[in-house]
T-cell receptor, first 109, second 113 residues
Framework: KQEVTQIPAALSVPEGENLVLNCSFTDSAIYNLQWFRQDPGKGLTSLLLIQSSQREQTSGRLNASLDKSSGRSTLYIAASQPGDSATYLCAVEGQKLVFGQGTRLTINP | EAQVTQNPRYLITVTGKKLTVTCSQNMNHEYMSWYRQDPGLGLRQIYYSMNVEVTDKGDVPEGYKVSRKEKRNFPLILESPSPNQTSLYFC????????????FGSGTRLTVV
């Protein structure tokens, strides 16, 4: 059974810092990994999708990497801004889509 | 705009009163699914549909029904809601599983009293 873990559960940093969010998964037989952002009480917004054959994807200040063999992914956020405050979820798609519990990120002005 | 639309956004109902949460996507996606999100439990899949007239149970299907009569619509039916079904519900769709990622709706916050 696939298990997805995100560490830390919460993170608070000052504006402007670069930061890394971590996601690990137990079964490396995956099709892809997707990072989402969720604002309080709102829906999930897709940030980046990495196919199993890819090593990384970039969108603006976001960069996501995938190491399938070690069961790890990281989401790198450069030059963080208060508007980046949200919960970040990673989801791994194998036989089905399995989510981590998320990292609640707070960027302090 | 490509999107998944859920209605209603908020719903308060009483125990036992049948309700339907609608989900519609305008992207011609084959795959659709329903999730519930609860504190400490994360997102759990309720039901999914690989295509029209093809549905299957997810991890927590008890107390729910779905149908997929048209490609764009995938309603979630609670025939006799109970307080333990109070949750935040999300509908999602994908062009094809394993390749294209998922698009999620804005969510429906359901309270059963």
């Amino acid at each position: 059974k696939q298990e997805v873990t995100q560490i830390p559960a919460a993170l608070s940093v000052p504006e402007g810092e670069n930061l890394v969010l971590n996601c690990s998964f137990t079964d490396s037989a995956i099709y892809n990994l997707q990072w989402f952002r969720q604002d309080p009480g709102k829906g999930l917004t897709s940030l980046l999708l990495i196919q199993s054959s890819q090593r990384e994807q970039t969108s603006g200040r976001l960069n996501a990497s995938l190491d399938k063999s070690s069961g790890r992914s990281t989401l790198y956020i450069a030059a963080s801004q208060p508007g980046d405050s949200a919960t970040y979820l990673c989801a791994v798609e194998g036989q089905k889509l399995v989510f981590g519990q998320g990292t609640r990120l707070t960027i302090n002005p | 705009e490509a999107q998944v639309t859920q209605n209603p956004r908020y719903l308060i109902t009483v125990t036992g009163k049948k309700l339907t949460v609608t989900c519609s996507q305008n992207m011609n996606h084959e795959y659709m699914s329903w999730y519930r999100q609860d504190p400490g439990l994360g997102l759990r899949q309720i039901y999914y549909s690989m295509n029209v007239e093809v549905t299957d149970k997810g991890d927590v299907p008890e107390g729910y029904k779905v149908s997929r009569k048209e490609k764009r619509n995938f309603p979630l039916i609670l025939e006799s809601p109970s307080p333990n079904q109070t949750s935040l519900y999300f509908c999602a769709s994908s062009r094809r599983t394993g390749l294209y990622g998922y698009t999620f709706g804005s969510g429906t916050r359901l309270t059963v009293v």
